[in-house]
């Protein structure tokens, strides 16, 4: 199995900031995914991270506002650009090894 | 596209019953997925099956690909059951997943 940490766990942040959230796996996988859970909504794919290249976005999510960085095969970030109360979320990563893994969740409230 | 429905959306039981949480979904698939969430936010996963039933424990998924549902069964249910469990549907070779909306499942001592 993957283990995989966020940082940070949960974070309050106001109006028209960013903030970029890590994903840490503790093996090298292939496939990586950014996930969004609004309120009391399924979770929705975002993106998936490409080690090396531009992540590939689902329709209704671009790069200039969630801009995503693969620089190895056991890391990535994804960042949340001007954000605002739309953007608060349970943000999670997920990795593909004889499974999907997840990771712990961020929980982002926009003020 | 596909669509992922699950039943009930809210379920409150004593401890010791069997639970049942259900899901259909619309087209075919390469596997289904059951994850269970807790209230701080992370996600496990509990089983992913293509055919057939798993069992771990006192949870047990079920799926029949002909009428294109899932069943997630708990027995014994307990307190530290309560958690949302989510199913997910997994087409192609892409590993990406459609989710349902989720089933809150609520344990009384």
């Known amino acids: 199995s993957a283990v995989i940490s966020q940082k940070p766990s949960r974070d309050i942040c106001q109006r028209g900031t960013s903030l970029t959230i890590q994903c840490q796996v503790d093996s090298q996988v292939t496939m990586m995914f950014w996930y969004r859970q609004q309120p009391g909504q399924s979770l929705t794919l975002i993106a998936t991270a490409n080690q090396g290249s531009e992540a590939t976005y689902e329709s209704g999510f671009v790069i200039d506002k969630f801009p995503i960085s693969r620089p190895n095969l056991t890391f990535s970030t994804l960042t949340v650009s001007n954000m605002s109360p739309e953007d608060s979320s349970i943000y999670l990563c997920s990795v593909v090894g004889r499974e999907q893994f997840f990771g712990p969740g961020t929980r982002l409230t926009v003020l | 596209k596909n669509e992922v429905e699950q039943s009930p959306q809210n379920l409150t039981a004593q401890e010791g019953e069997f639970i049942t949480i259900n899901c259909s979904y619309s087209?075919?698939?390469?596997?289904l997925h059951w994850l269970q969430q807790h209230p701080g936010g992370g996600i496990v996963s509990l089983f992913m099956?293509?055919?057939g039933k798993k069992k771990h424990g006192r949870l047990i998924a079920t799926i029949n690909i002909q009428e294109k549902h899932s069943s997630l069964h708990i027995t014994a249910s307990h307190p530290r059951d309560s958690a949302v469990y989510i199913c997910?549907?997994?087409?192609?070779?892409?590993?990406?997943?459609?989710f349902g909306k989720g089933t809150l499942l609520t344990v009384n001592p």
């Open positions: 099956l293509s055919s």
């Open positions: 997910a549907s997994e087409g192609g070779s892409n590993y990406k997943l459609t």
């Open positions: 087209v075919g698939i390469s596997a």
